[in-house]
């Protein structure tokens, strides 16, 4: 059964920094893609960021330069370093794997920028 834990999350200040995980269990992990997903209050939960098993990466625009995703196969394991972070960054962020039909989420972390 594939399991998806995040870590990480927390309160910072705008311009600070955070770094999330996400542990992946019960997959090969370095069979899949893996994506950041984030939804803030009021909001449809978005994409954030995605790696491919090829080490492709994609960005959201209000991400681009300031975020920044890596895989570690040998961990399974799946991060994302956030850094200039902004309010409008609060959201509660989500790890997804895309299996064919079936997808799958951890249970998210929480990420709260306000000064």
């Known amino acids: 059964q594939v399991q998806l834990v995040e870590s990480g999350g927390g309160f910072v200040q705008p311009g600070g920094s955070l770094r999330l995980s996400c542990a992946a269990s019960g997959m090969i992990f370095s069979m899949y893609a893996m994506s950041w997903y984030r939804q803030a209050p009021g909001k449809q939960r978005e994409l954030v960021s995605s790696?491919?098993?090829?080490?492709?990466?994609h960005y959201a625009d209000s991400v681009k330069g300031r975020f920044m995703i890596s895989r570690d196969n040998a961990a399974n394991a799946v991060n994302l370093q956030m850094n200039s972070l902004k309010p409008e960054d609060t959201a509660v962020y989500y790890c997804?794997?895309?299996?064919?039909?079936?997808?799958?989420w951890g249970q998210g972390t929480q990420v709260t920028v306000s000064s």
């Open positions: 997804n794997v895309d299996q064919g039909s079936r997808s799958y």
């Open positions: 790696i491919t098993r090829g080490g492709r990466i």
